[in-house]
C-alpha cells in the first residue's frame, strides 16, 4: 500500500487556480513534517513548500505568496493551493513525509506516486 496519495491535479489557465490534496495513511501522519516536491520534464526536482508538525511553512522563492501548504490532522491530508498560476508550475507534483526532519531540500522517506499539473496559456 503506498502510503500518501496524491489528487487534484489536472490542468489550469494562466491566473487560474488549483487545490492538490495528499491523503497520508494512519501510521505515517502523526507528527510527520510534510511537503510538496515538482518535477518538470528535463528539470531537477524542486522543493515547492513544506509544513512541520506544528504548522510552520517555508516555500520557494517562486511560488510564495501565491501558494499555500496546509494540512488537516483530522482528516490526515495534505493540502496545496496554487492561485495565480504560471507556465512554468507545469509539472508532476509529489506529496512527501518524514517523522524526523522537514526542508525544501530535504530527502524525505516517504513518497506519493505523483499528480500531474499542466498550465496552459
Known amino acids: 500500500q503506498v502510503p500518501l496519495g496524491e489528487s487534484g491535479g489536472g490542468s489550469g489557465p494562466v491566473g487560474g487556480s488549483l487545490k492538490l490534496s495528499c491523503r497520508l495513511s494512519?501510521?505515517?501522519?502523526?507528527?510527520?513534517?510534510m511537503a510538496w516536491f515538482r518535477q518538470a520534464p528535463g528539470k531537477e526536482r524542486e522543493g515547492v513548500a513544506n509544513?512541520?508538525?506544528?504548522?510552520?511553512?517555508d516555500y520557494t522563492d517562486s511560488v510564495k505568496g501565491r501558494s499555500t501548504i496546509s494540512r488537516d490532522n483530522a482528516k490526515k491530508t495534505l493540502y496545496l493551493q496554487m492561485d495565480s498560476l504560471r507556465p512554468e508550475d507545469t509539472a508532476m507534483y509529489y506529496c512527501?513525509?518524514?517523522?524526523w526532519g522537514w526542508g525544501l531540500n530535504y530527502e524525505y522517506n516517504y513518497w506519493g506516486q505523483g499528480t500531474q499539473v499542466t498550465v496552459s496559456s
Open positions: 512527501a513525509a518524514d517523522r
Open positions: 494512519e501510521e505515517i501522519y502523526g507528527d510527520y513534517c
Open positions: 509544513i512541520d508538525n506544528l504548522g510552520n511553512t
